[in-house]
Nanobody, 119 residues
């Protein structure tokens, strides 16, 4: 059974940093596009950052220049380095893994990790 497990969330002061990790227990991790999404109370789930199987990255406008997504295919892991955190970054952060292999689509979500930015 596939598991997608996020870690690294917590409470941080404004201006601080956190690094989130996501491990996906999938075969052929290198073929997956990986993404970080977040959802604040009463709001829709939004894309934070994504990295394709080829290493191309994409960021939400509100985090450009502050967050960096990266991946380590040998460890089946994707990271989200978050710097200069703001109170509006407070949300549950979810990891997503998706791929299409042999004409079959795969789409997995983690349970989320809470990030709270507050003084």
């Amino acid at each position: 059974q596939v598991q997608v497990v996020e870690s690294g969330g917590g409470l941080v002061q404004p201006g601080g940093s956190l690094r989130l990790s996501c491990v996906a227990s999938v075969s052929f991790f290198g073929l997956y596009d990986m993404g970080w999404y977040r959802q604040a109370p009463g709001k829709l789930r939004d894309l934070v950052a994504a990295i394709t199987s080829g290493g191309n990255t994409n960021y939400g406008d509100s985090v450009k220049g502050r967050f960096t997504i990266s991946r380590d295919n040998a460890k089946n892991t994707v990271y989200l380095q978050m710097n200069s955190l703001k109170p509006e970054d407070t949300a549950v952060y979810y990891c997503n893994a998706k791929s299409r292999i042999n004409f079959i689509r795969y789409d997995y979500w983690g349970q989320g990790t809470q990030v709270t930015v507050s003084s």
